[in-house]
Nanobody
Framework: QVQFLESGGGLVQYGGSLGLSCVAL????????LNWYRQAPGKERELVAT????????VYPASVHGRCTVSRDNVKNTAYRQMRNLKVEDTAVYYC??????RGQGTQVTVSS
């Protein structure tokens, strides 16, 4: 059974840092690229990072570029997202997704001003 288990969300002050984790189970994690998405209330889903299957390349949109680093450990079937210099507009539910495999339920990140 495919499962995605995100963790690490929470409340953080403006300018702070936060790390997220995503454990993927039930498929060969190392065969797939992984995407991080976020969705804020009333807004469309936004792709906020992509990491290749081997973890050797990452892509970030302008909205988070320079403030976010994603990585993965294919032995642990886990992806990571390190966020820094957080802004109020980063407040959203963050979730990991693998094409054709599914996504997790997400973890809430709230940035206070």
């Amino acid at each position: 059974q495919v499962q995605f288990l995100e963790s690490g969300g929470g409340l953080v002050q403006y300018g702070g840092s936060l790390g997220l984790s995503c454990v993927a189970l039930g498929f060969t994690f190392s065969d797939y690229a992984l995407n991080w998405y976020r969705q804020a209330p009333g807004k469309e889903r936004e792709l906020v990072a992509t990491i290749t299957s081997a973890g050797d390349n990452t892509v970030y949109p302008a909205s988070v570029h320079g403030r976010c680093t994603v990585s993965r450990d294919n032995v642990k079937n886990t992806a990571y997202r390190q966020m820094r210099n957080l802004k109020v507009e980063d407040t959203a539910v963050y979730y990991c997704e693998v094409a054709q495999r599914g996504r997790g339920q997400g973890t809430q990140v709230t940035v206070s001003s």
